[in-house]
């Protein structure tokens, strides 16, 4: 899986892997803290096995994606936004691992989103 890289409206670079050709339906993966997106290639591997598009991607400040000073867990929502824009997505799913899990549900307000994911992650207390 080649490392993919994406321009953000603001000039930032959003780097991502897929799985293979992207669907109108995929899955988005969202890395815990200090992951690299390269952790995701067994699951990637797994949703291509099963014809599921999925891409996985690495938020401002990790990997190749350029930091965006400032950022906060909305942010990266609107990342995934504009990405899912530009590749043609029309509906995906989250899943979030650890400290990914807050970034999937900011992502999973968009109305595009089928639903979110979260695995071992950060939950508000109640």
């Given at each position: 899986m ?7 409206s ?7 892997l897929?799985?293979g ?6 899955v ?46 909305i ?13 043609g ?17 900011a ?18 207390y109640?």
């Open positions: 080649n490392r993919k890289n994406f321009t953000l603001d000039g930032r670079n959003l780097e991502y897929s799985n050709p992207i669907g109108k339906s995929t988005i993966l969202h890395a815990g803290t200090t992951q690299d997106i390269t952790g995701w290639k067994t699951w990637l591997d797994y949703f291509a096995s099963n014809s599921v598009s999925a891409i996985a991607f690495g938020r401002s400040g990790y990997v190749g994606s350029t930091k965006k000073p400032g950022r906060i867990t942010d990266i929502a609107r990342d995934v936004a504009e990405l899912t824009t530009a590749l997505i029309s509906k995906f799913v989250n899943i979030g691992l650890s400290g990914g899990g807050q970034h999937a549900i992502t999973g307000l968009d109305s595009r989103s089928a639903g979110v994911v979260t695995v071992g992650s950060l939950a508000p109640v």
